[in-house]
């Protein structure tokens, strides 16, 4: 069984923000399972779908969106992965990042924060870096912009908006990948 946890800020005021790329893919990949039902459980929405692998089989696999903000994500994260009795390497969390182009994404397993908080607050509550990331390139704010305020601003212009939704889509079919064909097929794929 997969914990697939995409991150992001709750309520409507964050609703399709650059930081709420992780929420995106998430929801997408439900619409795409026909996971209709959400409960609260382990301070996150949760959902659960059942993903046939190419072979044939059938896999459970949790759907989550924490529901405590970016920064705090690491809670219910590692209360989710107790609750589902999840490891590490069963952990796929889908993110924002700053460092990689718009419309484009990365997959890799382990690795540091970079200064993202919400990746931060996950290693710290789970005591490990060792889990899978597929990254959502957002690039970085034009000009002299502030950070904060470009991760938390929607795409504008066509081409923005259609960056970040090409980059969900692509993220959606990386954690697909990733769960049915391993790490180095889905970065020869995508990455």
């Known amino acids: ?23 995106e893919v998430v929801d ?3 619409s795409e399972w026909g996971v209709t039902y959400w409960k609260n459980t382990c301070g996150a929405l949760v959902g659960e779908g059942k993903l046939r692998h190419s072979d044939g ?9 924490p529901q405590s903000f970016m920064n705090t994500s690491g809670g219910p994260v590692s209360k989710l992965m ?7 390497d069963h ?7 700053l460092d990689i182009d718009p419309g484009t994404i990365r997959v890799k397993f382990g690795g540091g924060h970079a200064g993202h908080n919400g990746l931060r607050s996950i290693c ?13 390139g957002i690039g970085r704010p ?13 795409p504008r212009s066509k081409d923005d908006t259609e960056a970040f939704d090409h980059a969900v889509s692509e993220g959606a079919d990386a954690v697909l990948c990733l769960i049915d064909n391993g790490l180095e097929k889905t970065q020869q794929k995508f990455n």
């Not at 089989?57 to 969106?65: D, F, G, Q, R, T």
């Not at 710290?124 to 597929?134: E, H, I, P, Q």
């Not at 034009?142 to 601003?153: A, C, E, M, T």
């Open 82 to 88: 107790r609750a589902y009795h999840g490891d590490p």
């Open 28 to 30: 997408l990949l439900a």
């Open 142 to 154: 034009p000009g002299r912009k502030p950070v904060v305020d470009w991760v938390l601003s929607r």
């Open 124 to 136: 710290d509550k789970l005591g490990t870096r060792d889990w899978f990331r597929v990254r959502i």
């Open 57 to 65: 089989s059938i896999e459970k696999v949790i759907l989550a969106k």
């Open 91 to 97: 952990l796929i969390v889908i993110h924002d990042e």
């Open 1 to 23: 069984m997969r914990v697939v946890v995409g991150l992001g800020n709750p309520g409507e005021e964050y609703a399709h923000t650059r930081h709420n790329a992780g929420f």
